[in-house]
């Protein structure tokens, strides 16, 4: 991704929540699961910038 990215990461073991926002151009994503675990929260940083990008692209059709 370009440019910077600000986000938290906050679970309890069991549940999982990010909150991002590309600095560049304010796309911010949101997204919470109920199981989390070490290979969802591994995949935290890439799932979040792929759904900011896949919403940048939704935008762009329009």
Same mark, same amino acid.
């Given at each position: 991704?370009? +440019?910077?990215?600000? @986000?938290?990461?906050?679970?309890?073991? @069991?549940? #999982?929540? /990010? #909150? +991002?926002? &590309?600095? &560049?151009?304010?796309?911010?994503?949101? @997204?919470? &699961?109920?199981?989390?675990?070490?290979? #969802? +929260?591994?995949?935290?940083?890439?799932? /979040?910038?792929?759904?900011?990008?896949?919403?940048?692209?939704?935008?762009?059709?329009?």
């Amino acid at each position: 991704m370009k +440019g910077a990215f600000a @986000w938290h990461v906050g679970g309890n073991g @069991w549940s #999982l929540a /990010t #909150l +991002g926002r &590309s600095l &560049s151009d304010g796309v911010v994503v949101f @997204w919470v &699961s109920d199981h989390a675990g070490q290979k #969802l +929260g591994d995949a935290a940083q890439n799932l /979040t910038e792929g759904i900011a990008y896949r919403a940048r692209r939704a935008v762009r059709r329009r």
